[in-house]
């Protein structure tokens, strides 16, 4: 039945010039990078029992993670029900830091505390290990602020980190032969109207520049995030998109965008083609904000769509670097992660069965009619039948949930 339903719909695809055979290989080669943190709300492992730095996580559903055991039980748990290729994205909080722990602070963080995870990604076959410096939650924010603080043994304290970052992340890259992309997002900024917006902005140049001294180009891809607000911060924020984009334009680094980072009515969609007429790779953190960067678990919606869409359309599956960024601690944690990594998945996928050419061929000849009927016509194309066919030669099933229940019965729901 499953079998006739994909022929069926390989057939209506291909009159429309598209080959479901191709998109299905094609999905299977496109890395997503899995974000650590939607298991265990955000803490890590090196001491921090609470999150700072305008971000949160709300709710306070049963089963989180609360030791390194659980969380490696729990993504391997969750990574056996996402298809594709997938990269894990660590946060340096996630140190196992084990008789050191107290010990060495996040200045002096090397690559031996991250061992175990990097025996974790080869024994679940990852593709690759990404990497980010943890500049929140942790006593030594001064003021809320890190990079770019005025105060010079803190802004040195985090200096330091990022360049441990840095040392941490060639050697990972080498480990797997693929390069590290290493984000530096920094929650710096100001509740209320500031007497100086500038002195701040070149603090953190300054102090980006020091991290980006003299850093392995071989194997690491540095990033910058920028942000329009986080809570707290709502007058100011250091690390603002023009600054971002600015510094990566000079500097030769990468601009990485989270889509729950900007006003309401920009779209990373429009800013992915914008960036790939100047860079060669572009990071994204992909995210579902509602109302505000609440990192919401990703669905399948309308800008996901629009996102993966600009991805296939812009020939940039090999350009643009795609990790998740959401953490909902008022569900599921593991069905969380599932959740969002499927929905790429299929947005992709969603996205690989488009005909593209057809569309711009229209657009070009300024047919926007037929470009219209085309564009509203391929929307309900049988997406979910090839969809199935794809997870069937992944070894998986489109029911998730039963098997996420039952970890939650037998495991989650143990943890008092
Ligand atoms: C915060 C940024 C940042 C973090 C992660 C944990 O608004 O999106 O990327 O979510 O680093
Ligand atoms: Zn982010």
């Avoid at 140190?95 to 031996?112: C, I, N, Q, S």
């Avoid at 334009?249 to 729950?260: F, V």
């Avoid at 359309?313 to 090999?318: E, H, I, S, V």
Wanted: with cysteine; proline share 4%.
């Amino acid at each position: 039945m499953a079998q006739e339903r994909f022929e069926s719909a390989k057939s209506v695809y291909a009159a429309y010039g598209v080959d479901a055979e191709k998109a299905i290989a094609a999905l299977g080669e496109i890395p997503v990078s899995v974000h650590c943190w939607q298991g265990d709300d955000v803490l890590g492992f090196d001491g921090s029992d609470s999150l700072s730095g305008g971000i949160q996580t709300t709710g306070n559903y049963p089963g989180r993670a609360r030791t390194p055991e659980e969380l490696f039980a729990d993504i391997e748990e969750a990574m056996k029900l996402m298809p594709g290729k997938k990269r894990l994205n660590l946060h340096a909080s996630y140190a196992f830091l084990g008789k050191d722990k107290g010990k060495v602070d996040r200045d002096g963080y090397t690559y031996e505390y991250f061992r175990p995870w990097v025996a974790f990604a080869r024994k679940l076959g990852l593709d690759g290990i990404d990497f980010n410096p943890t500049f929140f939650g942790h006593p030594k924010m001064k003021d809320g602020l890190t990079l770019s603080s005025p105060d010079e043994p803190t802004r040195r304290f985090w200096v330091e980190h990022g360049k441990r970052c840095m040392e941490i992340a060639a050697q990972l890259g080498k480990d797997f032969g693929k390069s590290c992309l290493v984000n530096i997002w920094i929650p710096d900024g100001y509740k209320d109207v500031p007497a100086d917006r500038l002195g701040p902005r070149l603090r953190f140049k300054k102090s980006l520049d020091e991290i980006l001294e003299n850093y392995d180009r071989e194997w690491v891809v540095p990033a910058v995030e920028s942000k329009v607000f986080g809570i707290g911060v709502e007058s100011y924020t250091v690390g603002s998109s023009e600054f971002c984009q600015n510094y990566a334009a000079q500097k030769g680094i990468c601009c990485l965008l989270d889509n729950g980072h900007y006003h309401p009515t920009e779209v990373v969609s429009d800013k992915i083609p914008a960036l790939l007429t100047f860079y060669d790779k572009v990071a994204l953190h992909v995210t579902r904000g509602v109302r505000w960067d609440s990192d919401h678990v990703v669905t399948f919606e309308d800008e996901l769509k629009e996102m993966t869409k600009e991805i296939v359309r812009c020939n940039a599956t090999g350009k643009v670097m795609i990790g998740l960024d959401y953490f909902d601690a008022s569900i599921n944690r593991v069905f969380a992660w599932v959740t969002g990594q499927r929905s790429v998945q299929k947005a992709l996928l969603y996205a690989l069965l488009l005909p593209h050419g057809a569309m711009k061929k229209l657009q070009d000849e300024g047919d926007f009619a037929q470009l219209m009927f085309l564009q509203e016509r391929v929307k309900t194309l049988p997406l979910e039948d090839v969809w199935a066919e794809y997870l069937r030669r992944q070894g998986m099933e489109d029911d998730y949930y039963t098997a996420v229940t039952a970890y939650e019965r037998d495991v989650l729901a143990k943890r008092k």
